[in-house]
């Protein structure tokens, strides 16, 4: 279902149905995300959801544990998730893209070799856009482990450290920011 690119305000509920396992609510004036409760019945079969360039405040980690095991694809960019990624992260096996780029989060990056290991891209650039921290500290040396990497973006934080040399080991990786 894509009902993107309109001005629909209020809360988006990404368990609308049980029979659509593709939602993308982008580009509109949307404030929340609607509680994504284990018994609803679209709670197991939602594969993908897009509610990115929106105007939705969340607490990251509150968000983040609440997300069914079975979702492939979470982009929640250009928003105001706001706090920590928790860590360690929820078990998300089947997570193939995770984009909550251009929010407000802060702190260290977590481990998502454990909880995302089929990933294929990770995007957490500019987290500092909004006078939050962003996030800080070293690139995790396990993020060499995800095997099914092709893109990762972390730019536009306050990273430090060295780059992991293992990051070079990475099959697929086509970039890197």
């Known amino acids: 279902m894509d009902l993107s690119q309109n001005s629909l305000t209020g809360v988006a509920d990404v368990l609308i149905s049980p029979s659509i396992n593709f939602v993308n609510f982008s580009y509109n004036e949307l404030t929340s995300i609607g509680y994504m409760v284990k018994s609803r019945l679209a709670y ?3 594969q993908t959801f897009d509610v990115g360039h929106n105007n939705i405040q969340h607490s990251a980690s509150e968000f983040l544990n609440r997300l069914p095991p079975s979702l492939k694809g979470a982009m929640i960019h250009d928003n105001s998730f706001s706090g920590t990624l928790p ?9 193939e893209v995770f984009d909550a780029s251009q929010n407000d989060l802060i702190g260290t990056l977590p481990d998502f070799s454990r909880s995302m290991p089929r990933v294929a891209k990770i995007g957490l650039s500019y987290q500092k856009l909004r006078g939050t921290g962003g996030l800080v500290g070293p690139i995790p040396q396990e993020i060499a482990s995800l095997l099914d990497l092709l893109e990762l973006d972390l730019s536009g934080n306050y990273l430090t450290g060295s780059i992991p040399s293992s990051i070079g080991n ?3 990786l086509k970039g890197t920011n």
Do not use: A
């Not at 860590?87 to 997570?95: F, G, N, R, V």
């Open 170 to 172: 990475i099959p697929r």
């Open 87 to 95: 860590d360690p992260l929820p078990s998300l096996s089947l997570m």
């Open 44 to 46: 197991k079969s939602i």
